[in-house]
Nanobody
Framework: QVQLVESGGGLVQAGESLRLSCAISGPPFAYFGRGWFRQAPGKEREFVASATPSGFTYYTESVKGRFTISSDNAKNTVYLQMNSLKPEDTAVYYC??????????????????WGQGTQVTVSS
């Protein structure tokens, strides 16, 4: 059974940084594609970033240059470093895992496993 548990969310001011963590338990983490999505109130779930096990990364345009997805395979953990946060980044952030990854994968249907989400609130 695969479980994903996010942490690291919180309330910050615009311009500040946060690092989200996602601990993954279950089958070998090293073979999973991994990603981050977010969902703001009243909006659909939105792709943020993804990474293949070989390290190919892909970002939605609005976070390029500000967010970085990374992984520590020894710790079975995926990170999302978020810098220069903006009020429009406010959302619940979800970690996701994929057995069927490919470079640039970003559709929710590409992912098999989801965490419970962590709230990120950016005040202006």
């Amino acid at each position: 059974q695969v479980q994903l548990v996010e942490s690291g969310g919180g309330l910050v001011q615009a311009g500040e940084s946060l690092r989200l963590s996602c601990a993954i338990s279950g089958p070998p983490f090293a073979y999973f594609g991994r990603g981050w999505f977010r969902q703001a109130p009243g909006k659909e779930r939105e792709f943020v970033a993804s990474a293949t096990p070989s390290g190919f990364t892909y970002y939605t345009e609005s976070v390029k240059g500000r967010f970085t997805i990374s992984s520590d395979n020894a710790k079975n953990t995926v990170y999302l470093q978020m810098n220069s946060l903006k009020p429009e980044d406010t959302a619940v952030y979800y970690c996701a895992g994929s057995r069927r990854y490919y470079p640039g994968f970003k559709r929710p249907a590409d992912f098999d496993y989801w965490g419970q989400g962590t709230q990120v609130t950016v005040s202006s």
